[in-house]
């Protein structure tokens, strides 16, 4: 009977899974479902977008909502994250936190300390999602201590999952960095608050359109040495100091409404 029941309840994953029409669904229909399947306290899931060779984590979509604030702290304090290769692997991958690190070296790290100590989370389970050789994002399933480990039974579910779940990924991130444009930003209000000139305007608006360094000179018809010193002045104005901090920087605002 409860080979049944799983059987019933992982059927049912994978048709609110396929039933999701933009990234955002994803949080709304598919984690909710997973929980039947694979209990978890917290859950999020987070989208790669590739800068400079490197992909960092955007766009956090959490189970319950409240769980927002952890792991936006998280995208401020990526780079303490000692299993943040993760999201760069070039093929799915799975592991319990624990597996990797003992208790103590869990919960004295910078990550837990700045952003899941207030959670009282205790482990995690982390799924890289990837299609195709293309690192598309991360799903991540917390319990407390209260709420016991997960299992070798719930990890071969999750991997069975993921093999959608990469796939259905690939469909919906690639509707949503079609419409992840200016459109997203108010770039002239932006521009007034730090005083941006009219040429670092343009620089921003190209940045969020992920053009690379060669495509944004060619728009501006400049050198790539007068392109540098335009990224230099911007990123004094907006107070970072590289491009995944600029696009931090936008996604912060976008949120602030």
Aim: neutral net charge; hydrophobic residues 35%; proline residues 3%.
């Amino acid at each position: 009977m409860k080979m049944k029941n799983i059987f019933f309840i992982y059927n049912n994953v994978l048709s609110e899974l396929y039933r999701c029409r933009i990234y955002n669904d994803l949080g709304q229909r598919f984690l909710p479902m997973l929980k039947m399947l694979i209990p978890f306290r917290y859950a999020s899931i987070m989208r790669s977008e590739e800068q400079c060779n490197r992909f960092y984590l955007l766009d956090p979509l959490c189970l319950p909502a409240e769980f927002l604030e952890a792991e936006r702290n998280y995208m401020r304090f990526a780079d303490d994250d000692q299993t943040g290769w993760l999201s760069h692997c070039r093929q799915s991958t799975i592991f319990r936190e624990s597996d990797l690190m003992t208790e103590q070296q869990r919960l004295s790290s910078p990550i837990y300390q700045k952003c899941y100590q207030k959670f009282d989370v205790y482990d995690s389970l982390e799924y890289g999602i990837v299609c195709n050789g293309r690192p598309l994002g991360t799903l991540s399933l917390f319990r407390g201590r209260e709420d016991g480990p997960f299992t070798d039974d719930e990890l071969f579910l999750l991997t069975s999952v993921g093999l959608h779940l990469n796939q259905q990924m690939d469909a919906l991130v690639g509707k949503s960095r079609h419409q992840h444009t200016l459109d997203s930003y108010d770039l002239a209000s932006i521009a007034t608050k730090y005083g941006l000139t009219a040429r670092e305007t343009q620089l921003l608006e190209l940045l969020t359109r992920f053009r690379n360094n060669h495509e944004i000179a060619e728009s501006l018809q400049v050198r790539g040495s007068t392109l540098q010193k335009h990224f230099q002045n911007m990123f004094r104005k907006l107070g970072v100091t590289s491009r995944w901090e600029v696009m931090r920087l936008l996604f912060d605002l976008c949120q602030r409404g």
